[in-house]
């Protein structure tokens, strides 16, 4: 078996996610597959390991459009519990080649093929740490068939600030700056079960902190983002030290930071609402019922700051202005929001 791992998601072939050649036992044929580790599975899961191993196959498989690779299951002639068994169900996508009849240029060009397929994979997850993703697409599961415990956008939002006081949480390590982009109205929506904001019970309050921790770094970006911008403008550097952190007095406002900026000729105070996700990508990101009327009563001057790639030196950021529903979907039910494309055009 010949593998090419990426070390962003696994150093082993017993775990994660990598491409490989697997061969059929009479020596006839061979995959080129996408597949995952099987020890893995084996070691967390004992003997629901092929049962948990396939549904996450499937999720995974179910999120990829390829015309090149199968997604059916592949047949290495192996015997049950054996590592060959655990190959067949591991497998995501597969593309078969008998050993009789093998064309050069196919090979390698769906060599090249299948590593793009695997880096678009991985640069949808939240997180580098397999056994998180594996939990993420789970849990989703669990909620689906009604094991899980969805909670109100709002309510979760006072759990999370009660906990930061409590623990006394300060943004880390903030050596980085913003990197302004246009937002992408054509980015993929794949793999919302990994890239979009958990509603579930479990460890709640430990990934609430995590979460929270990433929404202060990026509201820290933010407000020294404005007092640059501030200071490099004739007309409003004298408001420098009036731009305020509001969310970290109180939550009642619907924005994050009062600043200002210059519309319609005058300048005038703006309200900012930060929204920062880890995720290498634009991904739906939560908000609260009152956000989104602060944003209908003061549309002129509220602003959606839009943060990604957090773990970046360089944070990927897009700035909207006016009301939240009209620059972003919105899930009725979740309020997960994602950029729709039709925004008011941001004043510069």
């Given at each position: 078996m010949?593998?090419?791992?990426?070390?962003?998601?696994?150093?082993?072939?017993?775990?994660?996610?990598?491409?490989?050649?697997?061969?059929?036992?009479?020596?006839?044929?061979?995959?080129?597959?996408?597949?995952?580790?099987?020890?893995?599975f084996?070691?967390?899961?004992?003997?629901?390991?092929y049962?948990?191993?396939?549904?996450?196959?499937?999720?995974?498989?179910?999120?990829?459009?390829?015309?090149?690779?199968?997604?059916?299951?592949?047949?290495?002639?192996?015997?049950?519990?054996?590592?060959?068994?655990?190959?067949?169900?591991?497998?995501?996508?597969?593309?078969?080649?008998?050993?009789?009849?093998?064309?050069?240029?196919?090979?390698?060009?769906?060599?090249?093929?299948?590593?793009k397929?695997?880096?678009?994979?991985?640069?949808?997850?939240?997180?580098?740490?397999?056994?998180?993703?594996?939990?993420?697409?789970?849990?989703?599961?669990?909620?689906i068939?009604?094991?899980?415990?969805?909670?109100?956008?709002?309510?979760?939002?006072?759990?999370?600030?009660?906990?930061?006081?409590?623990?006394?949480?300060?943004?880390?390590?903030?050596?980085?700056?913003?990197?302004?982009?246009?937002?992408?109205?054509?980015?993929?929506?794949?793999?919302e079960?990994?890239?979009?904001?958990?509603?579930?019970?479990?460890?709640?309050?430990?990934?609430?902190?995590?979460?929270?921790?990433?929404?202060?770094?990026?509201?820290?970006?933010?407000?020294?983002?404005?007092?640059?911008?501030?200071?490099?403008?004739?007309?409003?550097?004298?408001?420098?030290?009036?731009?305020?952190?509001?969310?970290?007095?109180?939550?009642?406002?619907?924005?994050?930071?009062?600043?200002?900026?210059?519309?319609?000729g005058?300048?005038?105070?703006?309200?900012?609402?930060?929204?920062?996700?880890?995720?290498?990508?634009?991904?739906?990101?939560?908000?609260?019922?009152?956000?989104?009327?602060a944003?209908?009563?003061?549309?002129?001057?509220?602003?959606?700051?839009r943060?990604?790639?957090?773990?970046?030196?360089?944070?990927?950021?897009?700035?909207?202005?006016?009301?939240?529903?009209?620059?972003?979907?919105?899930?009725?039910?979740?309020?997960?929001?994602?950029?729709?494309?039709?925004?008011?055009?941001s004043?510069?």
């Amino acid at each position: 078996m010949g593998s090419i791992l990426n070390k962003n998601i696994t150093h082993s072939t017993q775990n994660g996610i990598y491409v490989c050649y697997l061969f059929k036992r009479d020596m006839k044929g061979f995959y080129l597959v996408l597949t995952q580790g099987i020890t893995y599975f084996e070691r967390e899961y004992g003997r629901n390991k092929y049962k948990i191993a396939e549904l996450v196959s499937d999720y995974i498989k179910s999120e990829i459009d390829t015309n090149t690779f199968s997604k059916e299951p592949i047949d290495l002639n192996s015997k049950r519990s054996s590592l060959g068994y655990g190959y067949e169900k591991t497998t995501i996508i597969s593309k078969y080649y008998q050993s009789n009849r093998l064309n050069e240029e196919e090979l390698i060009n769906d060599l090249k093929e299948i590593i793009k397929i695997y880096d678009f994979i991985l640069n949808h997850f939240k997180t580098n740490k397999y056994d998180e993703i594996i939990e993420n697409i789970l849990e989703y599961e669990r909620l689906i068939n009604g094991k899980g415990l969805m909670v109100d956008a709002d309510k979760a939002e006072k759990i999370i600030k009660d906990s930061i006081d409590e623990e006394g949480i300060e943004p880390y390590d903030l050596n980085r700056k913003l990197n302004e982009v246009e937002p992408k109205v054509d980015r993929s929506q794949k793999f919302e079960r990994i890239t979009s904001p958990i509603p579930k019970k479990i460890d709640y309050l430990k990934k609430a902190q995590e979460d929270a921790k990433t929404g202060l770094i990026g509201e820290q970006l933010v407000l020294d983002y404005e007092k640059d911008r501030l200071s490099n403008n004739e007309l409003l550097c004298e408001y420098v030290d009036k731009i305020e952190w509001i969310s970290t007095k109180s939550d009642y406002y619907g924005y994050d930071i009062k600043s200002y900026d210059i519309i319609d000729g005058k300048v005038k105070e703006i309200h900012i609402e930060v929204k920062t996700t880890k995720s290498k990508i634009d991904t739906k990101f939560q908000v609260s019922k009152g956000e989104v009327e602060a944003s209908k009563k003061d549309k002129e001057i509220y602003f959606v700051y839009r943060l990604y790639n957090i773990n970046s030196t360089n944070v990927s950021f897009y700035r909207v202005n006016g009301e939240i529903e009209d620059n972003f979907e919105l899930d009725p039910i979740t309020f997960l929001a994602s950029y729709k494309g039709n925004m008011t055009k941001s004043i510069v």
